[in-house]
């Protein structure tokens, strides 16, 4: 019973002593900064297409959400109102 106790505790104190090792550093060689300015002119006019692109995303995204908006309001008032007829059913229901 001693020995079994012992073990789990050894075990117990190896695994947490695996999980605070850290994986060994990863090193990335820096870019050099005349390759960086020789793609710049090309970036700009893929970023800048890319943008319009993504804003226009956006806006029928935005518009999405609003129709998804107004259809979960309409939803809320109908779970309201059937909330209320429930509630004068239970208290009629009582009365009579």
Do not use: C, Y
């Not at 692109?53 to 059937?82: F, G, H, S």
């Not at 059913?89 to 009365?95: A, E, G, Y």
């Amino acid at each position: 019973m001693r020995q079994v106790s012992w073990m789990s505790i050894f075990a117990a104190m190896s695994i947490f002593g695996a999980r605070a090792q850290s994986p060994a550093p990863i090193v990335l060689q820096a870019a050099s900064p005349a390759a960086m300015t020789a793609t710049l002119p090309t970036a700009t006019t893929q970023s800048s297409v890319s943008v319009e692109a993504a804003i226009k995303l956006l806006e029928q995204m935005k518009a999405k959400n609003e129709e998804t908006l107004k259809k979960q309001e309409a939803a809320l008032q109908q779970l309201d109102e059937l909330q209320q007829g429930a509630g004068q059913l239970k208290i009629f229901s009582k009365r009579g």
